[in-house]
Structure formats: structure tokens, C-alpha cells
């Protein structure tokens, strides 16, 4: 099972950026997938969740309004729209999946135990900067 983004990059603040995570290894739809980020001195944090088989999301109140979660069921892919981009918002980000069937348990996790979701990929680098 391989999880891969793409998409990252520098982009000015207010700017807009599209993250993929595209899958692939097995079927997810007992899965839940979800983003991930973390800062330069931080903990990893959540960013939100897609549960695979019906498309409910969930979000971290920190990007509430400002991120959409997708995904594309025939390409395997899921996608982190992201608007009204912060300099905060600037981390490397990664997608994780985990058959624990919804957005919402996905968005409850401690994060002491993000190292047990089943797979992670490599991230990717979202810089926001002027």
C-alpha cells in the first residue's frame, strides 16, 4: 500500500493551492483518509478526513471554510483544496489512511497515536510566503 502526494509548493498569502494524494495497493473503501500537517517546530496536527465509501469529511476548525477535502473513487486519489491561504498554514503536509470507517474518528485520534493509522506518505511542502 502506497500513499503519494503531490501539488506542494510556494504560494503567496490569500493564494490558493490543490495537494493530491493519490493511492494505491489496495481498495479503501473501509478507509478513512485524512491530511496531516506539521510545522517547523511543531506536532504533527489534523487537518481533516474524508470517509472513502460516502464522502462525509470532517475538518479541523482552523481551516473550517478555507480547506476542501475530494477524492476521486476511479483514480484512487483524494485532494486537499485549499483557499484564503495563511502564513500559518505554511507545514509539510501528509496523507494517511486507516480502516477506522469515518472522517470523524479520524479527526478524534490523539495525536500520540498517528504513528499507528496504517499508512502515511512522504509529504509535501507548502510554503506561504510573500
Known amino acids: 500500500v502506497q500513499l503519494v502526494e503531490s501539488g506542494g509548493g510556494l504560494v503567496q498569502p490569500g493564494g490558493s493551492l490543490r495537494l493530491s494524494c493519490a493511492a494505491s495497493?489496495?481498495?479503501?473503501?473501509?478507509?478513512?483518509m485524512g491530511w496531516f500537517r506539521q510545522a517547523p517546530g511543531k506536532e504533527r496536527e489534523f487537518v481533516g478526513s474524508?470517509?472513502?465509501?460516502?464522502?462525509?469529511?470532517h475538518y479541523a476548525d482552523s481551516v473550517k471554510g478555507r480547506f476542501t477535502i475530494s477524492r476521486d473513487n476511479a483514480k484512487n486519489t483524494m485532494f486537499l483544496q485549499m483557499n484564503s491561504l495563511k502564513p500559518e498554514d505554511t507545514a509539510v503536509y501528509y496523507c494517511?489512511?486507516?480502516?477506522?470507517?469515518?472522517?470523524?474518528?479520524?479527526?478524534?485520534?490523539?495525536?500520540?497515536?498517528?504513528?499507528?493509522?496504517?499508512?502515511w506518505g512522504q509529504g509535501t511542502l507548502v510554503t506561504v510566503s510573500s
Open positions: 495497493g489496495r481498495t479503501f473503501s473501509n478507509y478513512a
Open positions: 474524508i470517509t472513502w465509501s460516502d464522502g462525509n469529511t
Open positions: 494517511a489512511a486507516d480502516p477506522v470507517a469515518t472522517a470523524q474518528a479520524m479527526g478524534i485520534i490523539p495525536s500520540a497515536l498517528y504513528r499507528h493509522l496504517e499508512v
